[in-house]
């Protein structure tokens, strides 16, 4: 891309245009620039990332991009630079220019929503795979790649991802190098945050798919309608297909808005006159959901799915009905999904122990009542759960958490989830008030334990056969953060030594 490209696209260049330079990168990170690079320098939480211009050009950055407040430690380099009132709006445009519209070459099927984008990106990457598809994987638990060869084998390359939507320039280039690696369709999660700071701007979606709305984020977006309006950006005419679940309200909304053309909706409530249609949802001998599928043109289907509950047939139907707008029959999207296991999305763990053991991402209200209705409905014994909060994330979400799992558990362990900055016993505290909402009549057993290992401990005591115990909050992370410092902690590796060690304890007495 040359600087008078870059001009065309943004405005007009501050500074010497001349020698004209090619553009062959975009990166915002100034220690991260290779020579050839555009500096794309945002204002940032703490400093200006103009600051680093001086660095960025030193590296190789052959211009820069920068808002009003920049513009003067962006010229002092020399280099030519692009002033525009907001750089993040343009940012994805100029970012897809540059690698050569990726977009373009690739099928791109986008989900956002609160709860379930993971899990319903999972399923759609298995159907595409199962339309024999060479797939790309974009979300909050990794980056990966399945490519097929001609003879049908598979290499799957992955690495753990960073944020749920990379930034817009990592995201092109992500998305260059997949199509030039012959990945030909690419199934990616869409945060809030992504939508609000342009990091899919420029990105051409195929389809786009909406799962639910509830209380997350809070500490980002002034109220929840704040965060319906950053949702809804995914809707603005970006995608050539839209499918909606219209369960909940918010998606019913989306569906109705006034002026638009209805999307594809999909619902697991008989009745709803949704295009695609779950009904007779059960839980599956040995685990998982069964259902049958009602689509366009009277299909009807059996489905099954690894997951158990409601909630996540409905990321099913969502899946199923994403792959169909992209030309992949509901039949073949079914086969491929049918067995897909998701990291940290009600993943069981065994360890020999005489009790169900579930680990799950479950970290807003709605998910944990969702994630325990599911597990009620398969046990005969009692529900024990442990959950925390995070830190310097929404405070006012921590009670709501607190009584949606009193109200949903027989015995709740009440303990810590990345504090991060704050003190574990004061986020402990609120959702132990939170506890106190809910009738003592149907409130769990409340312990509270410091420490999640500990907590996990104490848990692998109190659940008895017969018992389902669900960790709930982390799922696939694989570290806990307290104060500035991210420890290895895995859920699922944890919860296997503490039941190895209960086991033991057991055995030795």
Same mark, same amino acid.
């Given at each position: ?6 001009? %065309?696209?943004?405005? /007009? ?48 950055? &052959? ?35 540059? =690698? ?8 791109? /099927?986008?989900?956002?929503?609160? +709860? ?45 991802? &960073? ?24 199934? *990616? ?11 899919? !701007? ?9 799962? +639910? ?13 704040? =965060? ?117 999305? *009600? ?13 799950? =991402? ?18 005969? !014994? ?13 405070? !006012? ?12 558990? %027989?015995?709740?362990?009440?303990? %810590? ?16 008030? !939170?506890?106190?909402? &809910? ?58 030594? &503490? /039941? ?10």
């Amino acid at each position: 891309m040359s600087l008078a490209d870059l001009a %065309d696209l943004v405005g /007009i260049p501050v500074g010497d245009p001349a020698p004209a330079p090619s553009i062959s990168g975009v990166t915002l990170a100034s220690n991260e620039v290779a020579p050839g690079d555009l500096y794309a320098a945002l204002p940032g939480a703490r400093t200006h990332g103009a600051r680093y211009s001086a660095d960025a050009a030193a590296r190789g950055a &052959v211009a820069v991009l920068t808002d009003p407040a920049g513009a003067d430690e962006a010229l002092a380099t020399g280099l030519p630079v692009c002033v525009v009132e907001d750089p993040r709006a343009v940012l994805g445009t100029v970012a897809d220019r540059v =690698y050569g519209e990726p977009s373009r070459h690739l099928t791109v /099927i986008g989900i956002t929503g609160t +709860n379930g984008k993971t899990t319903t990106a999972y399923l759609v990457e298995a159907g595409l795979a199962a339309a024999g598809l060479s797939t790309g994987l974009i979300g909050t638990v990794q980056t990966r790649t399945r490519s097929r060869a001609a003879d049908g084998s598979e290499t799957v390359t992955a690495i753990p991802s &960073v944020r749920t939507t990379p930034e817009a320039p990592a995201l092109h280039a992500l998305l260059a190098s997949m199509a030039d690696g012959g990945i030909s369709a690419v199934v *990616m999660e869409v945060s809030s945050h992504a939508l609000v700071l342009g990091r899919v !701007g420029g990105i051409r979606f195929a389809a786009a798919g909406f799962t +639910n709305l509830g209380r997350d984020h809070l500490d980002f977006h002034a109220d929840l309608e704040d =965060y319906f309006q950053a949702k809804a950006l995914l809707f603005d005419g970006r995608a050539a297909a839209e499918v909606v679940d219209v369960d909940d309200a918010a998606g019913r909304r989306l569906a109705d808005r006034p002026g638009r053309a209805r999307p594809v909706t999909v619902s697991t409530s008989d009745g709803s006159g949704s295009d695609w249609t779950a009904t007779d949802v059960a839980a599956a001998p040995g685990g998982g959901s069964t259902f049958t599928l009602h689509g366009p043109g009277g299909q009807r289907l059996a489905g099954r799915v690894r997951l158990p509950g409601r909630f996540n047939v409905a990321n099913a139907v969502l899946a199923v009905a994403l792959l169909d707008a992209v030309g992949v029959a509901a039949e073949t999207a079914l086969a491929g999904l049918a067995d897909t296991v998701v990291p940290g999305r *009600m993943e069981p763990v065994d360890g020999g122990q005489p009790f169900v053991a579930v680990v799950d =991402y479950a970290h807003t209200p709605d998910a944990v009542s969702t994630a325990l209705a599911a597990l009620r409905g398969s046990t005969a !014994g009692r529900l024990v759960t442990v959950l925390g909060c995070g830190g310097d994330r929404d405070p !006012g979400k921590r009670a709501a958490m607190g009584s949606a799992a009193a109200a949903g558990s %027989d015995v709740l362990v009440v303990t %810590d989830d990345n504090p991060r900055s704050e003190d574990p016993a004061a986020i402990r505290a609120a959702m132990l008030a !939170g506890t106190r909402e &809910v009738p003592e009549d149907r409130r769990a057993e409340v312990l509270e334990v410091a420490g999640r290992r500990a907590a996990l401990a104490a848990a692998v005591t109190l659940a008895r056969a017969g018992d389902v115990l669900l960790v709930a909050g982390k799922g696939h992370e694989t570290g806990q953060e307290v104060a500035g410092t991210v420890h290895p902690f895995d859920d699922r590796d944890v919860l296997r030594e &503490v /039941i190895a060690e209960a086991r033991a304890g057991v055995s030795a007495s």
